[in-house]
């Protein structure tokens, strides 16, 4: 996800122009665990990524740009294991990439939502759990859409909640659905438009577009529960001050996650494509 424009000193307070945004707001990179709580997201969803990635082709002789690098999970994969050329990880805090050896990994940092950034023309551009939280994500999305070379593809990802309303809610469904109002408040996320993902890349002028939606099981020892179990300890405080919860519930919640009864859906992860035509100038209409 995308990291911070910068580190603040522990206890430092937030500055009117870090309010707001993800990385800042909450989730911050000097957040204890925070590189942990990223690493389950990608051990949940790096698999349904790479097997996309796979499918459409990505391998030798392409350059790759990773909006949103996270820990570099699968910036390195794309040159170890995929076998890319180049990588270059853009994050608004990159420290998790360069933690680990990078060899054909580049790093960069950056704001995506600088219009005035320009880091070139790639094979591949993806980002994967950024634009859900950027309310200007429409116009990120069509930047994103040109900086993909005539030819290459455009991945991007965001979440997706599929749990079933119509049954009697639990303690799980009731913090879920708190968690995505406090999101919304805080940073501005919004997840009610990426069904219409498929529309979008289309409307950008992409060809070849398709889309999937994975949901991986909400089971004891699966590294997504971990992530929500991380997740929502880590808004300990905006939670329990939700007046959609009652006193006790995260807590109710957290010990559902634990146990092997639960039954429930977790939120999923849709992915949508598109290929940019080879002769065509530009997608989005910049440059």
Not at 33 to 45: P, V, W
Not at 123 to 131: A, G, K, Y
Not at 209 to 234: K, Q
Request: charge should be negative.
């Amino acid at each position: 996800m995308d990291g911070a424009d910068g580190p603040r000193g522990a206890g430092e307070p937030e500055s009117a122009a870090d309010s707001g945004r993800y990385g800042t707001g909450l989730f911050t990179p000097d957040d204890k665990g925070e590189g942990e709580r990223i690493d389950y997201g990608a051990f949940a969803y790096d698999a349904v990524t790479r097997s996309r990635l796979t499918a459409l082709g990505v391998g030798p002789g392409w350059r790759c740009l990773e909006v949103g690098a996270g820990t570099g999970t699968i910036s390195r994969w794309l040159v170890d294991e995929a076998g890319v050329d180049e990588v270059l990880a853009l994050d608004r805090d990159p420290r998790f990439v360069r933690a680990r050896p990078e060899g054909r990994v580049r790093t960069m940092t950056a704001d995506v939502t600088d219009p005035t950034l320009a880091p070139g023309r790639f094979d591949l551009v993806h980002c994967r759990f950024v634009l859900m939280h950027l309310p200007e994500h429409a116009d990120v999305l069509r930047r994103l859409a040109d900086w993909v070379a005539p030819g290459g593809r455009l991945v991007v990802g965001d979440a997706i909640d599929l749990t079933t309303a119509q049954l009697p809610p639990s303690a799980y469904q009731r913090v879920m659905a708190a968690m995505w109002e406090v999101l919304r408040e805080r940073i501005g996320t919004d997840i009610t438009w990426v069904t219409g993902y498929p529309h979008l890349l289309h409307e950008l002028g992409l060809q070849e577009v398709g889309a999937e939606i994975v949901v991986p099981p909400l089971t004891v020892d699966a590294p997504i529960t971990a992530f929500w179990a991380n997740t929502w300890r880590g808004m300990r405080d905006a939670l329990e001050a939700s007046p959609l919860l009652p006193p006790g519930e995260l807590d109710r919640a957290l010990a559902e996650l634990a146990s092997p009864s639960l039954a429930a859906l977790s939120p999923g992860l849709i992915t949508a494509w598109g290929r940019r035509a080879a002769t065509s100038p530009s997608v989005a209409g910049g440059e």
